[in-house]
């Protein structure tokens, strides 16, 4: 079975330029979720999705960060502009159902200068 | 809103000693539970879950976990720990049924001496 694909694995951007972030879930995974892990910390979650509707996006950054999932498979992640402490891994996740657990992506990392 | 406390920052141990990570958790409902393991360069891999049911769980690579409501913890176990066990440890709840978000905790890293 292959897992949650990621791309690009590694981005460097400065600070006001935009990036995106691209997740293919399992396949047959209903649920995707994006979290942001500041390095010393565990992953913060930024949206979720349940098939191409949102679910959660109350720690998502509106004024810059935006996400959608198209036909309720793949999805992408933007920010849109950069900031320096924007700097961290983004992880992608997908799980069967909202309880169930979640299978992550190897993650982008971002760094801001 | 629900929270989830990783107390220790590192735990040592050495190999073949049982070893014990340590989580608490809080939920205004029932709790879903998780463990995750980070290896380096490596994303999070699933180790185990409480939904319901025995309050011993066991998991992947001979971990397993008790949930403990009157205590509101759920920590991490293995009887005998390998050098290869180490790694950064990560707790999560999910408050159910009214809260669909999951928190993590911080991490423990937990280093198992040779």
């Known amino acids: 079975e292959a897992g949650v694909a990621q791309s690009p694995r590694y981005k460097i951007i400065e600070k006001r330029q935009s990036v995106a972030f691209w997740c293919n879930p399992i396949s047959g995974h209903a649920t995707l979720y994006w979290y942001q892990q500041i390095l010393g910390q565990g992953p913060k979650l930024l949206i979720q999705?349940?098939?191409?509707?949102?679910?959660?996006d109350s720690q998502l950054p509106k004024d810059r960060f935006s996400a959608e999932r198209l036909k309720g498979v793949d999805s992408t992640l933007k920010i849109q502009p950069a900031k320096l402490e924007d700097s961290a891994v983004y992880l992608c996740?997908?799980?069967?159902?909202?309880?169930?657990?979640?299978?992550f992506g190897p993650g982008t990392r971002l760094t801001v200068t | 809103a629900q929270s989830v406390a990783q107390p220790e920052d590192q735990v040592n141990v050495a190999e073949g000693n049982p070893l014990t990570v340590k989580c608490t958790y809080s939920v205004s409902g029932n709790p879903y539970l998780f463990w995750y393991v980070q290896y380096p360069n490596r994303g999070l891999q699933f180790l185990l879950k409480?939904?319901?049911?025995?309050?011993l769980v066991k998991g992947s690579y001979g971990f397993e976990a008790e949930f403990n409501k009157s205590q509101t913890s759920f920590h991490l176990k293995k009887p005998s720990a390998l050098v290869s066990d180490s790694a950064l440890y990560f707790c999560?709840?999910?408050?159910?049924?009214?809260?669909?978000?999951?928190?993590f905790g911080k991490g423990t890293r937990l280093h198992i001496l040779p």
């Open positions: 996740a997908s799980s069967l159902s909202r309880a169930g657990e979640q299978y």
């Open positions: 999705f349940q098939n191409n509707g949102v679910v959660d």
């Open positions: 409480y939904i319901t049911g025995d309050n």
């Open positions: 999560a709840v999910r408050d159910r049924p009214r809260d669909d978000k999951i928190i």
